[in-house]
């Protein structure tokens, strides 16, 4: 955030109010000679303290940016410490898993039949979030770009049989 340009605008309010409050000054005193004016230097005391109080929330401001700043180097700190032992652990995993069996060339290059029972499963995975979010099929049927047949069939292979045994004989 620039917060000079806050500063500048905060003056410039400082400045009208004040342009205002002597023109409404002036006027009252064309109207009734008696009242006091208000001198330069309670001008300069305004804005003196106008000034001091900026200064303040500026570095109020500051402050917390620094702390927000700092709170989040030790988040990124900790996420790549955390983020380290995960792929320590995953290379040695790795190691293990190549030692007791070496890799088949299927396993290393997936067939399609299995990317389409992953790829199912994702999508089913999807249907039964989004309607257990409480989206109806519909929304279902758009969200996944899938026809509303698919969801309802999906949908109802979840759901428990009713009637057991009765269903089955008729």
């Known amino acids: 955030m620039n917060w000079s340009y806050y ?3 905060g003056a410039g309010v400082a400045v009208m109010v004040l342009a205002l409050l002597f023109s409404s000054r002036n006027a009252k005193r064309d109207r009734n000679p008696a009242a006091p004016q208000l001198t330069m230097k309670e001008v300069e005391e305004t804005l003196h303290r106008f000034v ?3 200064k303040q929330e500026q570095k109020a401001a500051d402050e917390a940016a620094h702390r927000s700043l700092a709170q989040l180097k030790k988040q990124l700190a900790e996420t790549k410490g955390r983020l380290d032992i995960v792929e ?8 293990l898993g190549l030692q007791t ?3 088949t060339s ?8 299995a990317a389409d029972v992953l790829s199912m499963r994702e999508r089913y995975r999807r249907v039964f979030e989004l309607a257990q979010e409480g989206l109806g099929p519909d929304e279902i049927a758009k969200r996944l770009g899938a026809g509303r047949g698919e969801i309802d069939l999906i949908l109802s292979l979840a759901k428990p049989q009713r009637g057991g045994a009765a269903n089955e004989q008729a």
Do not use: F
Request: proline fraction near 8%.
């Open 106 to 113: 299927e396993e290393l290059e997936p067939s399609q039949e």
């Open 52 to 54: 001091v109080q900026i």
């Open 88 to 95: 320590r652990e995953l290379a040695e995993l790795r190691s």
């Open 7 to 9: 500063i500048l605008m």
């Open 101 to 103: 069996q070496p890799a």
